[in-house]
């Protein structure tokens, strides 16, 4: 009896053998060149086994079809092998699928079960998705993995948010925040192409609306409060203070406050940072004229920080903050008349914003490198 | 053939000892005939080999042909006198049955027949060759003692009295075995045993209906209490200083003459991670040792299982770099994993047994064909993956870590690799599951297997999974405290 339960009730019992199986590492969705299909590029490792050098290529194999499993399914008439869809890391959409409504083809992706839903997802900002999949980078490393080690590392510039498939697909769901999700270029640097990921796109619900920038990313992640790390940059080279400060630590507080029976959101920063440069010869080594810069940079993430809110209000209506939720979870009666025009009324919402920086430590140098010492 | 009783007279003795052993060179008799006193003459018998030619000669004819009577004592028997005062050896005795005459006479002693007696005299003369006190070949340790047990039953009892010098500690002996009346002995240090344990132990002892014992490893498979199990209820040991701090913990010793491997019972699970060496290396070090050991076995039976489940089932658990870098090295490799799994452990378990019997001259080609056809070429020749090769070395070393539970290894690893085989980490873990069921089940004379297995309790673990300090161990209590937990359970 035990034994036959053993059997039955085991999940996996897929045999497959390792060298048998084509393995994703990336998809890239774009639309068809006929009307009403859908373009499915997947990057699949090529394991070289040689005996010394095991190196690992990838290459591309692109259908199109009317539903994403059917073109998977096709897929192994090119391949000769399943796909494994466990070891894939990114997603990329193109701008023309993603506005069209991204949640129509993801579906089959969080659906299934041999796919996984902590896969990333991102926006194109080439023309196709493919385009970017296709730009052959230098390593051997397949270009879906090496996204995957940018966005691994993304925390420690903050230029763009990152977002798996099964975050996406809650934010579409969820009312009161709207979706973001990172960009990707295919970028030429001294002549390797290479991906560049930064910015954000803003989707209605699962429609791309359209896009910010990197350093207004920055400020937008600041506002949802997912900030781990980065550099805020105070003038610059040949204009003062040229001062950049390394983030440690951050923390954003939303707070909405009823005035007057509107509700208001009040958004307080507190950062921690460290001076990580200095160009020129300001006074950071004393409290006052640390104070000094603490205000700078203050001001300047306030400022950032409030051009950010303006584009998500005015030009996509979109509360990419999440600043709906938490009124949500404070004051769900109010909650009820504001969500079923919650865009119109984002877009009036009255926002303000405190920040706080403190700058914890200079480094390991204390001074910076002084010129005029050297003349006496 | 004992029917017969001794003859008054020598030749006719002579002639019955014949009869019992026709056509025997070994079986030597002496006659002699004392130069003056008539009446003196009889005959030596014994067996060629078994004794000491030097005490025969020196201490038993010479004393008795060189006897000058000076006074005659008539009321006294000739054969009284000679054992009162004449012979030199402490061992004497005086008997008229067969049966024990010929034990004796097998067991290296001498019978001395004197004409006119149908009595013999035995003497204790036993003294053949036997292998000296070395290091024990299959337990050895960088510190602790050197002293292995021997194949004569009385130096290894006086191995165990050299260590545990107390009027406390008693041999029982018996004899098992109908032809071979091998000789067992039961020791055990009185106040410490469970009486519940040894008087299950005679029992067990009694009713075994057998005719050879040639070696404890049969009366330890006799002894157990499940036969249906590869993993050991009963221990084995060939170092005195084990057994003895296990005699001191309550346990009891068999011994059995003509092997170096002395039993203990009961036995538990942890024993098999338990060294003697921990007890007397650094505390910390020891615990660390201790712990590997453990880390180890469950390495030697998984690791093949854990890789068949990754590579064939579920390859999603894997990273990434290592499911690209296995499929590249799987490449062109004519088996399915599973198959190449189960050629390799058993071409590694032929290696092993070759490497355990070939004779030491011609040892090195079996680490030569073992390491540079089956590894190197075999990888090259892409017979076999490498990353198989590795599985099969790890799981091969650490199977060597703990010698003493191979045989229970090999089943487990083979178990647990055939369930990973047909569902993958849900096989794997129904074994596991299915093991430590299976241990839980067992006993050893009556104690759980894995006692206080799972506890937290400092006083369990404190000589399982680490072992503490001497100086936390009181006055009076021994370390592991199985005597305490073992009457607990027996009661």
Sequence with gaps: ?376 | MNKENLYPTINENIALFERIFPGDSTIKFRKFQHPSVKSLSGCLIHIEGMVSTETLSNYILRPILRFHPTEEVQDISLMQQLMDGIIEVSELKLSGNMEEIMNDLLYGNALLLLEGSNQALIVGTQGWQTRVVSEPGSEKSVIGPREGFTESLITNLSLIRRRVKSSKLKFEFLEIGKTTHTTVCLCYVEDSVSQKILQELAKRLERLEIDALLDSGQLQELLRDHTLTPFETVGNTERPDAVAGKILEGRVAVLVDGSPFVLTVPYLFVEYFQVSEDYYSNYFFGSFNRIIRYIGEFLAISVPAIYVSLVTYNQEMMPTPLLLSISAARQSVPLPTVAECYVMLIVFEILREAGTRIPNSIGQAVSIVGALVLGQAAVDARVVSAPMVIVIGITGITTLLNVKMKAASIFTRFGLLSLSSFMGFYGFMFGMIGLVVHLMSLRSFGVPYMLTVGSFKESDIRDTVIRIPWWGVKVGAPIAQAKRRIRKVTR
């Design chain 1, 1 to 376: 009896m035990c034994s036959l339960t053993i059997f039955v009730l085991s999940g996996c019992w897929n045999y497959r053998e390792v060298d048998k199986m084509t393995t994703v590492a990336g998809i890239a969705i774009d639309k068809g060149e006929k009307e009403g299909e859908i373009r499915l590029t997947v990057e699949v490792v090529d394991g070289l086994g040689g005996k010394d050098a095991m190196s690992i290529g990838s290459s591309r194999i692109s259908l199109s079809g009317h539903t994403m499993f059917e073109i998977v399914r096709r897929m192994i008439t090119e391949s000769g092998n399943r796909l494994y869809w466990a070891h894939a890391k990114s997603i990329i959409l193109s701008e023309e699928i993603a506005r069209d409504g991204a949640a129509k083809v993801i579906d089959w992706y969080v659906r299934d079960s041999e796919t996984r839903s902590d896969i990333h997802i991102l926006v194109s900002g080439e023309e196709t998705a493919e385009e970017v999949l296709s730009s052959k980078s230098n390593s051997d490393e397949p270009f879906s993995y090496k996204i995957d080690e940018i966005l691994k590392n993304e925390n420690s510039v903050s230029n763009s948010p990152v977002m798996e498939i099964f975050d996406f697909a809650d934010t579409i769901n969820t009312p009161g925040i709207s979706s973001i999700l990172p960009m990707v270029y295919s970028s030429e640097n001294k002549g390797k192409k290479t991906a560049s990921i930064h910015g954000l796109a803003v989707f209605d619900i699962d429609k791309m609306l359209g896009t910010m920038d990197a350093n207004k990313t920055k400020f937008a992640l600041f506002l949802r409060d997912e900030i781990k790390g980065g550099i805020l940059t105070l003038g610059g080279y040949n204009r003062l203070p040229g001062i950049s400060l390394e983030i440690f630590k951050n923390k954003t507080k939303v707070e909405p406050v009823l005035v007057d029976g509107q509700i208001e959101i009040r958004v307080k920063t507190h950062t921690v940072t460290a001076v990580d440069e200095a160009q020129e010869d300001v006074d950071y080594y004393t409290s006052k004229g640390r104070a000094e810069i603490e205000s700078m940079a203050e001001e300047m993430v306030v400022e950032e920080m409030e051009k950010a809110i303006e584009i998500a209000q005015k030009r996509y209506k979109q509360d990419i903050f999440g600043f709906g939720s938490r009124i949500h979870k404070k004051f769900p009666k109010e909650w009820k008349t504001l969500e079923p025009d919650w865009d119109e009324k984002f877009s009036r919402l009255k926002v303000s914003v405190q920040a706080k920086v403190e700058i914890k430590g200079t480094a390991s140098t204390k001074k910076s490198i002084n010129t005029e010492d050297e003349n006496y």
